[in-house]
């Protein structure tokens, strides 16, 4: 794929997309500075498709940041309780994994099919509830689903190897980093301080194996609960062939 840089005030939907198609994608920065944003804003751009392109499996310690979303025809599963939430992440490893066997039956390395994300809001707080168990099973996930067009996106205010263990970090080489409480949480994230002297909220470093930039983040305001409300309305009416 060939990523065209734009300029901050140019074109944010392509912004999002661009995060959508990255492997795996971690939003680090303090609380209020925005990472619960950057997750409206793609998976808003997420839903200018249908739910046979796109599909959800969410998950969300905190119950309220991602709750609008579960009644979507592409939400294939929301989970915020402890229990639930590994079941979750179970799901997205078995569809990998039946991914992975119509790859080989049609001998191709790469799945063709829709994408589905798998959306963590947040990790840390997934990671206290439950750490022995997620922990396997993220870390396969991660591993496994970039062939199978499964992505993992997760935002966390804790970027400590302590919280968020190194062997699941290194798989998120797509990051966007917010302003953060300390040049030490900065360094975390991107490798180098700087993000501690961002504004509150509203710009933040995208970092991807290409480079890394400074972009302005926008907020759907109106938008988001337009898509939503559009798709809950459609819902009943979408039928699905086998
Ligand atoms: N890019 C942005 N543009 C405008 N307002 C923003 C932006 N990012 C954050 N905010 C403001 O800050 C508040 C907190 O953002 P939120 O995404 O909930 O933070 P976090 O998830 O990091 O705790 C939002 O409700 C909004 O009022
Ligand atoms: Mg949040």
Redesign the pocket.
């Known amino acids: 794929m060939k990523r065209v840089w734009k300029t901050p005030e140019l074109d944010y939907y392509n912004l999002y997309a661009d995060m959508l198609q990255q492997p795996h994608l971690l939003i680090a ?1 303090a ?7 950057v997750i409206n804003g793609m998976m808003t751009t997420a839903l200018k498709d249908s739910p046979a392109a796109v599909q959800f499996i969410l998950i969300d310690p905190k119950r309220v940041e991602l709750v609008d979303y579960k009644e979507l025809p592409h939400t294939l599963r929301y989970s915020s309780e402890p229990g639930e939430m590994v079941q979750a992440l179970q799901e997205a490893i078995t569809i990998t994994d039946n991914r992975y066997r119509d790859m080989a039956r049609q001998h191709v390395k790469k799945y063709g099919g829709g994408a589905v994300y798998v959306v963590i809001d947040e990790l840390a707080d997934l990671m206290t509830t439950n750490k022995k168990q997620v922990q396997p099973i993220l870390q396969r996930l991660c591993q496994i689903g970039r062939a199978a067009n499964v992505h993992v996106v997760a ?1 966390t ?1 804790c970027p400590l190897s302590a919280v968020i263990p190194t062997p699941i970090k290194v798989n998120f080489d797509s990051r966007v980093a ?1 302003r953060t409480r300390s040049g030490q949480d900065s360094r975390n994230i991107l490798g180098v301080t700087g993000c501690e002297l961002l504004p509150r ?2 710009q933040g470093y995208y970092m991807t194996p290409e480079g890394c930039r400074l972009y302005n ?3 759907y305001e109106t938008e988001t609960p337009d898509i939503i409300e559009y798709w809950r309305k459609q819902k009943p009416r979408i039928v699905w062939n086998g």
């Open positions: 920065g609380t209020g500075s925005g990472k619960s944003v935002a205010q917010l909220y509203g983040i926008p907020m």
